[in-house]
C-alpha cells in the first residue's frame, strides 16, 4: 500500500472532510452530544483555532488553524474518532481488517485535507461549509442548521 503523504505547515489554515463508513447514515447528528464531548476533550488537550465546522449527517466539514509550534491534525482527529466511537452503542459489524485493527467501522479510515493557501482559498472554504446543509437539502437557510457555527443558535 502507498504511504499517504500530508502537507504540513506549523500555523497553517487546512480544511476537512470527514465522512462515516455508512453513507446515508445519520449518526453524527443522533449523537451529535457525543461528537461534541470528544470534540471538546481532544481540543482542550490539542488546542488549535477552529475557524468553521458543520457536522452533517454522515459527514463533517471543518476548518482550522493549526497553532505555530506543531501540526498535530492526524492526531486530533483519531482522538475525536477514537472517543466518539467508543461511546457509541451498536454493532457496526466491521470488516476483518478493521477488527484486526480494533476498528468498529464508524469512521472511513482516511479523511480528506487541504491546506488553504490564501484568503481567496479560505473564503470559498467557509462559503462550502456554510452552505453545505443547505445543498444537501436539510434546511433552506445555512442559519436554521443547529450543527453548524454558522447557525444562528451558535452566534
Same mark, same amino acid.
Request: aromatic share 10%; hydrophobic share 40%; net charge positive.
Given at each position: 500500500?502507498?504511504?499517504?503523504? +500530508?502537507? $504540513? =505547515?506549523?500555523? !497553517?489554515?487546512?480544511?476537512? /472532510? ?9 449518526? #453524527? ?46 492526531? +486530533?482527529? $483519531? =482522538?475525536?474518532? !477514537?472517543?466518539?466511537?467508543? /461511546? ?9 481488517? #478493521? ?52 447557525? !444562528?443558535?451558535?452566534?
Amino acid at each position: 500500500m502507498t504511504a499517504y503523504r +500530508r502537507l $504540513r =505547515r506549523p500555523g !497553517a489554515t487546512y480544511a476537512f /472532510t470527514l465522512c462515516l463508513q455508512q453513507p446515508g447514515s445519520t449518526l #453524527l447528528t443522533q449523537q451529535i452530544d457525543r461528537l461534541r464531548s470528544a470534540w471538546r476533550t481532544t481540543l482542550g488537550e490539542l488546542p488549535v483555532r477552529r475557524q468553521a465546522v458543520v457536522v452533517l449527517p454522515d459527514h463533517l466539514l471543518a476548518i482550522w488553524t493549526e497553532p505555530e509550534g506543531a501540526v498535530q491534525f492526524p492526531e +486530533r482527529w $483519531r =482522538r475525536i474518532k !477514537a472517543r466518539f466511537s467508543r /461511546t457509541v452503542s451498536g454493532d457496526f459489524a466491521p470488516r476483518p481488517s #478493521l477488527q484486526r485493527r480494533r476498528e468498529r467501522g464508524i469512521w472511513q479510515r482516511r479523511y480528506w485535507e487541504h491546506m488553504i493557501r490564501d484568503a481567496a482559498e479560505l473564503d470559498a472554504a467557509l462559503e462550502t461549509c456554510r452552505l453545505a446543509p443547505v445543498r444537501l437539502g436539510l434546511v433552506t437557510d445555512a442559519s436554521d442548521w443547529p450543527y453548524s457555527s454558522f447557525s !444562528a443558535r451558535n452566534r
